[in-house]
């Protein structure tokens, strides 16, 4: 009997093609994105606080010195209400094809760009946010342990910030092998409650130490150039601020969805609960910190405070056990990304090894680079204008334009044109003065010192 033939070809074929299906499936259920999808609306609100609330609420009142109280005012409730806009559309779009979920952020851009091009523009800027932050926190982490140790022996000896570093990078090398979302549900809870507990503390030590009595409201600069590139600085800090659209798709992508009940009702529950919060945090810590102590205020508001100690020390410590959460909210992502092309483009074997060196070689990156540009304030500047407006501010309008093409001149043509016009503007004016803070601190600054 004859065992050749289009019969056995096909057979074979589908084998071949069963063979593949269970292999992807199998990677999907590794990958950190895809692994479970058993979230809740609340999982939704507290990673979105975790991933939004973070170093850049305590930059606000400085960003506000930089702005003055007319401007940064409406800077902060615009970019309040444009950022839950267009998350409003992400939402929307993570199921706007019928049967099919975008699960990344990239996804979505390659449905409407394309899937070289899509990739190319949503990727690199996704990474820049995401790989930013983390550096942030890594630095903002040292900061607050410092400022700690400080407050609770001010006899110690003085340590160097680049060893305070070290100790925040070392627990993430414990906690990055974390699977997925869901398996870090409640480092993320813990964290979202941290970072309520210090903005209060921020607001409540600020108001006991009473408006200072030689307080100005007016430009830090003396220079028509200095308060220039000093508005530019504080757009960045504020754009920093609200950058948890770079983790939408992939928080939405560990709900259940089905026809009947869409995952985008639990998850835009969430997202309205955390936007609620983060008005909470915000508005509050930057009227108050600006209003008592001007701007003599520092970058980050709780180096500005001193008493009492013991609150600002737990304040600072917090702080600290925010951004552990923040920082693997932000890396899930970018491990994602990384373990993809490991195990579907270079063929490796999806092991528990490959993502211990893989995940522990990022944490190691990103604290190399902390320990060697430690500058807080000009970093939020620099990666919040050049990194989080586009992907926050106006590339969810330029997707649900290409997309969902709305009526031209109407209500929703109109709101996603306002949006992009008002990213494009924070995008190109924060990194500069970002950048020249970078500057003026690497004038005197020494390596590793």
Known sequence: ????????????????????????KAIDEWLPITASRTAKWWHSAFHNVTAVVGAGVLGLPYAMSE????????????????TLYSLWQMVEMHEIVPGKRFDRYHEV?????????????????????????????????????????????????????????????????????????????????????????????ACYASISRGVQPDVEYGYRSNTAAGTTFNLFSGLGTVVFAYGGHNIVMEVQATMPSTDQKPSKGPMWKGVVAAYT??????????????????????????????????????????????????????????????????????????????????RNTYVAFTMFIAITFPFFDGLLSFFGGFGFAPTTYFL????????????????????NWFCIIFGVSMMTLGPIGGLRQIITHAKNYKFYE
Not at 168 to 178: G, I, N, R
């Open 1 to 24: 009997m004859a065992t050749d033939g289009p019969f056995f070809d096909r057979k074979y074929h589908y084998e071949d093609a069963t063979e593949i299906s269970a292999r992807e």
């Open 67 to 82: 702005l003055g109280w007319g401007p940064g005012l409406t800077i902060l409730v615009i970019s309040w209400i444009v």
């Open 109 to 201: 851009g390659q449905h409407a760009f394309g899937p070289k091009l899509g990739l190319w523009i949503v990727v690199p800027q996704q990474l820049i946010v995401e790989v930013g932050v983390d550096i942030v926190y890594m630095i903002t982490g040292g900061q607050s342990l410092k400022k700690f140790h400080q407050s609770v022996c001010s006899d110690c000896s003085d340590i160097k910030l680049t060893y305070f570093i070290m100790i925040f990078a070392s627990v993430h090398f414990l906690l990055s092998p974390l699977p997925s979302f869901n398996s870090m549900s409640v480092l993320s809870l813990v964290a979202a409650t941290m970072s309520l507990s210090y903005s209060a503390i």
């Open 396 to 415: 969810p309008c330029i997707l649900w334009l290409a997309i969902c093409k709305p009526k031209r001149f109407g209500s929703s043509w109109f709101a």
């Open 277 to 358: 919060i983060i008005a909470l945090c915000y508005l509050p810590v930057a009227i108050i910190g600006y209003w008592i102590f001007g701007n003599e205020v520092k970058e980050n508001i709780l180096l500005t405070l001193q008493h009492p100690k013991w609150l600002i020390a737990m304040a600072n410590m917090f702080v600290v056990f925010h951004l552990i959460g923040s920082y693997q909210i932000y890396a899930i992502p970018v491990f994602d990304m990384m373990e993809s092309v490991l195990v579907k483009k270079m063929k490796l074997n999806p092991t528990w090894f490959l993502r211990m060196v893989t």
